[in-house]
């Protein structure tokens, strides 16, 4: 390579590599191959972040590291380096081929010899010695040359850099400023568009022909894979379409060659001048750019205002007036205070640079900083931003800001992030003005309410700060002055940082204390601080209200609000202005690089459920959305071509008919309304609710209808295609509002089950899901209806493939999967009772949205008139309403649905009469009407009462709650709008419990709860009578159940029934009752008719054949007995497994071998709905027969409380079968007539889900009786949080999971308990210690004044003496711990002196009354405890055993070695007479034996699960007799040889029987 490769093509600067702190100038290499050095790449950069290249003009993006995150070009870097090291290699040459020069000069030529040789060597010698100096004064000027050389270098490439820096901040700032202009005159384009109004008619005359021509060919592909549509269209048409010829010409194109006329002008000459005037390079002295630069018209322009403002010249150079700094503030847009680069400037950038230099100015030079007229274009330029409304044209301004203050969503404070330095400098303009004698409040000072103070807010730092409110000393009412030495407390509002704070004043005579945390601004301060705007700004987040109007905003909403904004500085939207109140939105931009769109505050908070958008007529999440129509069933026994659009199993699959093109039609409709631009902003669903109709994206490209299915978090959102059967989880963003037009054809899909076939299994198995998919999915096929079922039972039907020629068979799929052995026939009996009518016809024009039949056309209101007042219509049934408040039954104030267009035209002219209007001196009393903002919205009320201090208790008249207002949120109402659209009404037929006339608190607060912001159904029972109105009220549950609120309250036991003697003597007996079964009310939801369709029926036919043989039969003789029927019934479906996350479950059983049973809330409301539909419909006992219970799995049980359940057969056991619960997992014996072989409700899963502890293995590899008493004492009939660890690849295994016991894991406990062991690497032994609990930080005021002094501890035991290593003593077993730990006590011991311990202890039985009860419970504490036979012997205290319900001790008898647990009163105080005597017990290990590696017994030792309970008892047989002890080992245990009267080991025997192992 040439030296001109070594060197930019641009700026010809030679590239370099960085030393040390010298930054190098390395050569980038761009996409299009091209390289450039840094400088120059840097000034290519775009504000977009595109490079383009100089030679070839391809553009190249750079990342966030911008220019050095291109690649290098390691050929010139390896020129460069060798280079410098052949530089660096030469001059090392050279050095030493100068010295060896120099120490080696030519010697003087010889003497002659007649010369004198003592003067010759003198001359060589002084000569040799000025040569050695000289060389190395030429060494040291080497040196000297090279540094200098090398530092003068060092300097200019630093002193290069810094400036060409500063020089590519002032381009960076010209650019954009010219990019601004830019984004200006582009604005202006805009009224280019009128020019092309012509052209765009001819565009719509295209796109139209486009969508004709598009639709007919989705049509034809249609055709093309099911010819059998041929017939439902028209064909000749269609073909027609296809192949008409398009005719260019028709179309006028005269636009494409249209011209303006708009040109846009440079002024190449005046911008020359300016810029040569405005970027400079410059010192105080020297002026390094003589001329001005000249510019090329063709580079982009860069800001030259920073050189100037360097110079102390920026406010001019920046704007020559503040009207054109306002102007030019107008242009800004926000950046990222996190990005480095300045390509984009925020609002008030330029203003803020203003401040900072001035203010720097003022501190260097001891003067006030002069930019009071800057800040106040940037405050005039805050009003002019606020008043702007953004427009069709004109976006949200978008500035950075930080939250200083929060209230809540509506009202919280904000700080500019571009004020920070601002507010820099005018902290230290208020603490000089604080740190002056001037500033301290003297005895003749007074203060008043709207007055500037200084308030220290923490050490050496004081905020301004005005009075709010005042107390004067000996007052209890607010003053609005008082001396400064009478003030007792005050309020005062940070205007800066906007929150409030209260002052307490001590009374002092000097002020001291008072100044200390205040003090007094002077009329010097005031003027100074007067044009220092306040930097807190009021925010209130737009169009958004709580989710719940009565209780406003609640602490979980803010606390979610101060979670997502936290100190991050966020993006404001700002909307408009309503007050001195803005309206935003915040933005948090994420940290994670790969999501670019920032979190909306208020989409978050609403998805939330935290809070809703503002309207009237919003749905509440409690009320039922519109729905689907249902699929229309098909007629029995018709053959109709289907295609198999989704399968789950053979059992479970969907198929959509095509006899109509009708779906086709609505599809192209979807894709043509759903994939247009626009809809994505006019269409978003931002909070989905459950069973909410939408329209979702299927397979990223064809959009659906759809129905929400459930929600699996992080914006996640479970649909269902109602037109396909499918189901998938897709992200919220994904859903769109589904328009009426799209309800008009009912959903398509139909739930079906494969007819005749029975799986070989309980479940299908994989193959036969497989075949079946194979032989049907997304294929034409034939279907035939065999059966009529309720539309949420899967239709049964044969699938046949399709035929060609009528006279072929029809192959059956089910007889396919028989014949390869996936699946059995079963016999179907033959429908001998004629069809059932068809109630559903189904033929409505695709777009129009017919009524169902029946449904009353509800009263609507003309909008456009104003009805203040509620008008009842004139049909007073089921009527939909909104419960706004409850006070108690008896008082109930709802709003009717049909009046919410009424509601929101008020409201709308409320927000458009007092939105900006200023409160009014108005002397407020009661009853008087009024216009009052409530939580940010225009709401008409009546005032209730007003208090002194300007708070007023208002009753809101559309909605009957009251709320506590200040009077400055009242305005009076317009007569035109007074009036209410509230109903107040009461529970009819009802009145209170437990013989009181008035409701009880209970029934008030209850009631109140469950119907406040619910959606009912209401009727009217009179409405002449004055208000409250009777009424009869329903309300959906969770499971989507309409349940009477008066039977509610009834079955709770709030209310008792009003009994009409009228209407009970009308009420005549049936004596058929018993014996029929009840039709399900209108209403009923999903999951009922089917739940008790195979047990009605078969009751019915019994007692129809009962009723038939008694009529027309004689008695005949009892058959002869033959075997019972064989009868199989299929298992229920498995459980819904729980997500991977912290659930709260409760648990419902456990089971013997330790497997827990738990649900979830959400279940447990579908049991309660579940068993009252069994109970409501099933009323007879079936007839009891012999059946073979061999093959039954699922089944009805009739349980103690003789309820019905569902059941699954476990074991036949004589009269009894074995049956677990499978909705509870409870097993019980049950009588064998209580239970009967039928699976009722078959498509409801079984409610509660089998669980496994995480992390353990139960002692004997299963759990022993102990450890499951222990765990169903502590896991019954409670609630816990439950992590679920791994789910079961078998939908009907064991969940594991981790259950959480107020924070302790209940595997710990398990393992601290010894029922298990930690599995090796689940977690570490320190996690299984149980802990100290934390101890409690309230602060109580107790005080022990007059109690005694605790009563010191005697002591603890002692151990008796035992003899020397290596001797034998006599001993005997007092307890057994485990087969190697034993207690035992010496037989040779020394008598004592006096007493005997068994005659002392005799002693204090004998008077034990006089005993003190033990109040103390110290740790290895002595006492006395009560034994079984009621006398009490020593012990100690080892531990509490229980707290609840009651407390019980841990305790050791010390002279028996037997552990205990006992209540208080069974513990006494020890005499210290007793404490004296040894223990009678010893524990003691015993050497020479372990247990053994590898033992296959399965009963364990439960506390010594390594020893096995055969090792125990065999280990207990061994001991009896004589025996003798050695000790071995004292530290850190007690150790010793055991050994028989032969002297032979104890433990030998143990050992031959393979119980344990020599040690």
Not at 637 to 658: C, G, I, R, W
Not at 1121 to 1127: C, E, H, K, Y
Not at 1164 to 1190: A, D, G, M, V
Request: proline share 6%; aromatic share 6%.
């Amino acid at each position: 390579m040439t030296d001109s490769a070594m060197t930019c093509n641009v700026c010809g600067s030679p590239y370099t590599l960085p030393e040390d702190e010298v930054v190098g100038n390395l050569p980038h290499v761009l996409l299009c191959g091209h390289i450039f050095c840094v400088p120059c790449l840097r000034a290519l950069v775009s504000p977009q972040g595109v490079i383009t290249c100089p030679d070839c003009q391809m553009g190249t993006k750079v990342d966030e590291e911008g220019v050095d995150g291109l690649q290098v070009d390691s050929r010139i870097i390896g020129l460069i380096y060798t280079a410098k090291m052949n530089s660096k290699r030469s001059c090392h040459g050279r050095h030493r081929w100068r010295g060896r020069r120099v120490g080696s000069l030519p010697s003087p030529p010889p003497a002659h010899p007649t010369q004198n040789a003592g003067t010759d060597q003198d001359l060589v010698k002084v000569l040799d010695e000025a040569l050695c100096k000289a060389t190395e004064n030429l060494n040291t000027l080497d040196s000297l040359h090279q540094s200098v050389v090398q530092g003068i270098q060092t300097e200019l490439k630093r002193e290069k850099t810094r400036i060409t820096k500063e020089i590519e901040d002032c381009i960076d700032k010209a650019t954009g400023i010219l990019h601004r202009r830019r984004g200006v005159l582009l604005s202006e384009l805009n009224q280019v568009e009128q020019l092309f109004s012509t052209g765009r008619e001819e565009c719509r005359r295209v796109e139209a022909r486009r969508k004709e021509l598009f639709t007919v060919m989705q049509k034809a592909r249609h055709i093309r894979q099911v010819p059998s549509l041929r017939t439902c269209c028209h064909l000749a048409q269609i073909l027609e379409t296809l192949q008409e010829p398009v005719d260019a010409d028709s179309f006028d194109r005269s636009c494409l060659t249209l011209c303006s006329g708009l040109s846009c002008v440079l002024h190449v000459d005046s911008l020359t001048e300016s810029v040569g005037n405005c970027l400079k390079i410059m010192d105080r002295k020297v002026n390094l750019a003589s001329e001005p630069a000249q510019l090329d018209p063709s580079q982009p322009m860069r800001n030259g205002g920073s050189g100037k403002r360097r110079t102390g010249q920026g406010s001019s150079g920046l704007s020559a007036s503040p009207e054109m700094a306002q102007e030019d503030l107008h242009t800004r847009t926000p950046v990222d205070p996190a990005d480095g680069h300045n390509t984009d400037l925020l609002p008030s950038f330029i203003i803020e640079e203003i401040i900072e230099e001035a203010d720097n100015g003022a501190e260097r030079d001891g003067m006030e900083p002069k930019n009071r007229e800057g800040q106040k274009v940037q405050r005039r330029n805050h009003k002019v931003l606020h008043d702007r409304t953004p427009g069709s044209h004109q976006k949200a301004l978008q500035v950075w800001v930080v939250l200083s203050h929060l209230i809540n969503p509506t009202h919280f404070y904000v700080r500019y992030m571009t004020e920070r330095k601002a507010g820099v400098a005018l902290a230290r303009k208020i603490n000089r003005f604080c740190s002056d004698a001037r500033s301290h409040f003297v005895v003749r000072d007074q203060l008043s309410t709207g007055m500037m103070v200084f308030v220290r807010s923490k050490e050496e730092v004081w905020c301004r700060a005005l009075v709010c409110e005042l107390f004067q000393k000996g007052c209890l009412e607010s003053v609005s002055q008082c001396p400064i030495s009478e003030v007792a407390r005050l309020q005062v509002f940070f205007q800066d940082y906007g929150f409030s704070k209260g002052l307490t004043i001590s009374g002092d005579e000097d002020l001291s204390e008072l100044n200390r945390c205040l003090r007094r601004a002077d009329l010097i301060a005031q003027s100074d601080l007067h044009h220092w705007a306040p930097l807190a700004i009021r925010c209130s987040l737009k169009d958004i209200i709580p989710s719940d109007l009565v209780k406003g905003w609640s602490e979980e909403a803010c606390q979610e609000m101060k979670h997502v904004i936290g100190s991050n500085a966020v993006e404001m939207q700002v909307f408009d202005q309503d007050g001195d109140t803005l309206l935003v939105d915040l933005k948090k931009v994420s940290t994670d690089n790969t999501k670019n769109t920032p979190l909306s505050l208020r989409e978050h908070l609403v998805f939330m459920e935290l809070a809703r958008f503002y309207s009237p007529l919003a749905i509440s999440g409690g009320s039922k959305p519109l729905q689907f129509y249902p699929p229309v069933h098909p007629r029995l026994n018709m053959e109709l071509n289907a295609v198999v659009s989704h399968v789950n199993t053979p059992s479970d699959f969907y198929v959509q008919l095509v006899d109509s093109s009708d779906f086709l039609l609505l599809n192209t409709k979807l894709q043509n309304h759903y994939g247009s631009p626009g809809a994505e902003s006019k269409l978003q669903i931002y909070c989905p609710v459950l069973a909410q109709a939408c329209i979702a994206l299927y397979n990223s490209k064809d959009w659906c209808r759809a129905q929400v299915t459930g929600f699996s978090g992080g914006q996640l959102v479970e649909v269902r295609y109602v037109d396909f059967g499918n189901k998938t989880t897709l992200p919220v963003t994904n859903l769109r509002q589904i328009k009426d037009e799209f309800f008009a054809l009912p959903a398509m899909a139909l739930w079906c089950s494969l007819a005749d076939v029975v799986s070989l299994e309980h479940t299908w198995s994989d193959e036969s899901i497989r075949v079946f998919r194979e032989l049907t999915e997304n294929k034409l096929v034939t279907v035939v209806a065999t059966k009529h079922v309720s539309q949420y039972t899967a239709i049964p039907v044969c699938v046949c493939e399709v035929r060609e020629h009528s006279s072929e068979h029809l192959a059956s799929i089910g007889e396919i999967l028989a014949r390869k052995g996936l699946a059995s026939l079963c016999k179907q009996v033959l429908v001998t009772e004629p069809p059932l009518l068809e109630t559903v016809v189904w033929d409505p024009p695709l777009d129009e949205s017919p009524l169902a039949a029946g449904e009353p056309v509800p009263l609507i209101p003309d909008p456009s008139e104003v009805q203040p007042n509620l008008t009842l219509p004139t049909s007073l049934k089921d009527l939909r309403v909104r419960v706004t408040h409850v006070t108690s039954p008896g008082n109930i104030c709802v709003q009717l649905l049909q009046s919410d267009a009424q509601l929101k035209r008020i409201h709308d002219l409320l927000s458009r009469e007092y939105l900006k209007s200023e409160p009014k001196e108005v002397n407020w009393k009661a009853e008087m009407t009024c216009a009052a903002n409530v939580n940010g919205v225009w709401e008409r009320g009546k005032v209730y009462s007003v208090s002194s201090g300007s708070l007023a208790e208002v009753l809101r008249c559309d909605f009957g709650n009251m709320v506590k207002l200040h009077t400055s949120n009242l305005r009076p109402l317009v007569p035109e709008l007074i009036g209410s659209l509230l109903l107040e009404c009461c529970l009819s037929d009802v009145r209170p419990a437990g013989g009181c006339s008035t409701w009880t608190a209970t029934a008030c607060e209850f009631i109140s709860y469950y119907l406040t912001g619910a959606l009912a159904i209401m009727t009217i029972k009179d409405p002449s009578v004055a208000r409250p109105m009777p009424i009869s009220l329903y309300c959906s549950n969770r499971a989507g159940q309409d349940v009477s609120i008066a039977d509610f309250l009834i079955s709770e036991g709030l209310a008792l029934r009003e009994r009409s003697v009228k209407a009970a003597a009308q009420r005549k007996p049936d004596p058929t009752l018993s014996e029929e079964i009840s039709c399900p009310p209108e209403g009923i939801l999903a999951g009922q008719d089917e739940c008790v369709s195979t047990l009605e029926d078969i009751v019915r036919e019994d007692g129809d054949q009962r009723s038939q043989q008694w009529c027309t039969s004689p008695p005949k003789h009892a058959p002869s007995p033959t075997s019972p029927p064989a009868v199989r019934t299929q298992a229920y479906l498995p459980p819904e497994l729980p997500p991977h996350r912290l659930t709260r479950m409760s648990i419902c059983a456990v089971s013997d071998n330790g497997v827990i049973y738990t649900m979830t809330p959400q279940t447990e409301c579908e049991f309660e709905r579940l068993q009252e539909s069994l109970q409501q419909h099933i009323k007879t006992l079936p007839r009891q027969k012999s059946y073979n219970w061999k093959k039954v799995l699922g089944c009805a049980v009739m349980g103690s409380d003789m309820l019905w359940y569902r059941g699954q057969v476990q074991e036949v056991i004589g009269g009894h079968v074995k049956v677990r619960y499978v909705d509870q997992g409870i097993v019980e014996n049950i009588p064998v007539c209580h239970v009967y072989p039928k699976v009722l409700c078959e498509t409801v899963p079984q409610l509660c889900v089998p669980c496994q502890i995480n992390g353990v293995i139960p002692v004997g590899t299963m759990w022993q009786w102990d450890a499951v008493a222990l765990m169903k004492e502590l896991l019954l009939g409670r609630t816990f949080d439950v992590q679920v660890v791994e789910l079961p690849e078998d939908p009907r295994g064991l969940v594991t999971v981790e259950i959480m016991l107020d924070g302790m894991p209940l595997s710990r406990l398990m393992v601290y308990h010894q029922h298990a062991t930690a599995v090796p690497g689940s977690s570490s032994l320190e996690d299984y210690v149980v802990k100290a609990p934390v101890p409690d930080l309230d602060d109580w005021d107790i005080t022990i004044e007059g109690l005694e002094d605790p009563s010191a501890i005697l002591g603890v035991y002692s151990n008796p003496k035992l003899p020397d290593k290596g001797k034998l003593f006599q001993v005997q077993i007092k307890h057994i711990r485990a087969p190697n730990e034993v207690f035992l006590s010496l037989l040779d011991t020394q008598e004592c002196e006096g007493e005997t311990l068994e005659e002392a202890l005799e002693r204090v039985n004998s008077d034990a009354a006089s005993l003190a009860q033990l109040t103390d419970f110290p740790i290895e504490g002595p006492c006395l405890a009560q034994y079984r036979d009621g006398k009490y012997y020593r012990a100690k205290l080892l531990g509490f055993a229980e707290l609840s319900p009651s407390v019980r001790l841990l305790v050791r008898h010390v002279d028996f070695g037997s552990d205990d647990i006992l209540l208080p009163y069974e513990l006494r105080c020890l005499p210290s007479s007793l404490l004296r005597f040894p223990c009678g017990a010893v524990c003691v290990w015993l050497a020479g034996f372990k247990p053994q590696c590898a033992c296959v017994e399965l009963e364990r030792v439960s506390y010594r699960p390594e020893w096995s309970m055969r090792a125990m008892l065999e280990m207990i047989d061994l001991l009896h007799g004589c025996l003798s002890a050695m000790v071995t080992a004292v530290e850190p245990q007690l150790i010793v040889y055991l050994y028989n009267a032969d002297g032979t080991l104890v433990h030998v025997p143990l050992v031959e029987k393979g119980l344990a192992e020599y040690d």
